[in-house]
């Protein structure tokens, strides 16, 4: 009479095939959500920038930066806190009225850099 079924050994290489798959499986979902959070978190860091510079692009605001770079009031979202600072300087061409604002957001051990001019005009 034959017996049918799974030898103890046939089975732990099965167990053992599928445990190599579901690592190699878990590890993709992992840097997955890795990648999720890193990309999050840079489009909160221009939208913080965005705004910043927003908040200062009217030139009567600019005489309240004159310190280089100005720190601003850090903000929390999503439980992470970002500082930002800003630096209004000269644009790189003629004329005078133009300003170039560079907005850095930092967080954790990132930081994100946005620049753009603004004319008086």
Known sequence: MKKRGFSLLEVIAIVAIFTLIAQGMLQVFRQGSVTTRQSQQRTAAYSIARATIEEYFNWATLPAVS???????????????????????????????????????SWGTESFTLTTLRSAY
């Open 67 to 105: 310190v280089t770079p100005y720190n601003l009031a850090s903000v929390i979202l999503n439980g992470i806190t970002y500082s930002r600072s800003l630096v209004v300087s000269n644009g790189p061409s003629y004329p005078a009225e133009i300003k170039q604002y560079s907005v850095t957001v």
